[in-house]
């Protein structure tokens, strides 16, 4: 009996791996929406990870060149297209997209159940970042493209960890926001076990607790105070004078002074979830989802609008120290607000506008972009370099590496944005079909 029911269970494996891996449905799944998707959803995750690649492309050269060269290219960036320093914004757009899928994907549970089953979703969120990011870790690991004082840290990665290391140690550096995830999915359900669900006053809750979190990256701001007596160009711009990786450790990479945006998330999946109903009465009114729609843009324009990348924000007039603390307090958290209300918006479009913004957003292409976003983040800043050498190969033929980056010109830049996406979206797919997907299907 006992040799019957192994070879039952050795035959259920085998099986259960051969679907893991049936090519032909991985396939499909990269363009077949399954019922009830939330379709907004996969044209702000592809506009945000088109807009990290444009920003890591302009980014990158401050490692490459020295510092007159690369103010030279932060002055004189066209104003149309000087959104892209702001591309750690869209870090905060994931985050209210994780916020708004996973908080409803809990309080859907909750409500239809009555209990959390807290092994399963911990299990299931381990097991669906870790596959492709054991892979990403170990190519580079392989390439030797890390320092070996970095390297040596790279267990820290896989137990979502990292941030809580200097950016010198870190180990790919980019995946901080993977351990920030991990970590809100390791606290996200215990708060609503412990406080969310018992009590009335649902709302305010969340309001306290969104309001905290502009306490919380006061009070750190405060304690590193000359991080706002400058421009952010000297906390994200590597090769400038007073570049330190200060504002990095303190602030930016940790789930304290980011989980803003989880909760406006959270919120919005709390709204949609228990009272979706009253949010459509609430949007059939005349103009309000198209009111939503141009608050939200105007909230995220007016934040992309300031010259906080200026290399002389602190020391000329352009901006004062006051001011720069003030907007490092409130800047991530109004961007998701901001995003939040377009969400909203394009879930209950009602309007010429919002209805616009929902056929964009929701447009049936974004679905395999947003798909491939994953495993396209954990690879696309090795492409970045390759397609410098490319585009530097292309125009500037015999010149010297630093010198051929420092005479790219915007079009360049764009040719190599444009290589970048398609190398990491190719070797993105190569990743979803052998990793991503088929533990993705085990996991069932």
Not at 89 to 102: E, N, P, Q, R
Not at 352 to 378: H, N, T
Not at 426 to 436: D, K, R, S
Request: net charge positive; aromatic share 16%.
């Amino acid at each position: 009996m006992s040799a019957a029911i192994t070879s039952s269970d050795a035959l259920t494996d085998e099986s259960r791996l051969r679907r893991a891996y049936a090519w032909r449905k991985n396939f499909e799944s990269l363009y077949r929406r399954p019922p009830g998707h939330e379709t907004a959803v996969d044209g702000l995750r592809a506009f945000s990870m088109f807009w990290v690649m444009a920003t890591h492309v302009c980014l990158a050269l401050s490692v490459f060149l020295d510092y007159p060269s690369f103010r030279r290219l932060v002055e004189t960036l066209p104003g149309p297209v000087s959104w892209i320093w702001h591309g750690e914004k869209a870090l905060d757009t994931f985050f209210v997209i994780s916020g708004y899928l996973i908080g409803g994907a809990l309080i859907a549970e909750h409500r239809r159940t009555g209990r959390l089953r807290l092994p399963r979703f911990y299990a299931r969120r381990y097991l669906r970042l870790t596959p492709a990011y054991v892979a990403a870790v170990l190519i580079v690991w392989a390439t030797g493209v890390e320092p070996a004082r970095k390297t040596s840290h790279l267990w820290a990665n896989l137990l979502y960890v990292n941030n809580f290391l200097t950016c010198d140690q870190m180990f790919m550096d980019w995946t901080w926001s993977l351990a920030v995830e991990e970590q809100f999915y390791l606290v996200l359900p215990l708060f609503l076990i412990a406080l969310f669900f018992r009590t009335r006053h649902k709302l305010a809750l969340t309001g306290a607790l969104f309001a905290a979190s502009f306490g919380a990256r006061a009070w750190v701001l405060a304690r590193h105070p000359h991080l706002t007596q400058t421009s952010f160009a000297s906390h994200f711009f590597r090769d400038f004078p007073d570049f330190t990786c200060e504002y990095f450790d303190s602030v930016y990479d940790k789930l304290l002074t980011r989980y803003g945006p989880f909760v406006v998330g959270v919120a919005l999946a709390w709204s949609h979830v228990c009272h979706g109903a009253r949010l459509r009465r609430f949007f059939a009114r005349p103009f309000t989802s198209d009111a939503a729609a141009v608050l939200g843009a105007a909230l995220c324009v007016a934040l992309l609008s300031v010259p906080i990348f200026r290399p002389d924000t602190a020391s000329g007039p352009v901006l004062a120290p006051s001011f720069i603390f003030a907007y490092a307090v409130v800047h991530r958290n109004l961007w998701a607000v901001g995003v939040g209300l377009g969400l909203l918006a394009s879930s209950y479009p009602n309007g010429p506008l919002s209805r616009a913004a929902a056929s964009i957003l929701g447009a049936r292409l974004w679905y395999p972009v947003a798909q491939l976003s994953y495993c396209a983040y954990l690879f696309h800043l090795g492409f970045v370099m390759v397609s410098y050498l490319l585009v530097a190969r292309l125009f500037h033929a015999g010149v010297e590496a630093r010198q051929a980056l420092a005479a790219f010109s915007v079009p360049e830049l764009g040719l190599a944005l444009a290589l970048t996406a398609g190398m990491s979206f190719a070797f993105g797919t190569i990743m979803y079909l052998l990793v991503e997907r088929p533990f993705l299907n085990l996991r069932r």
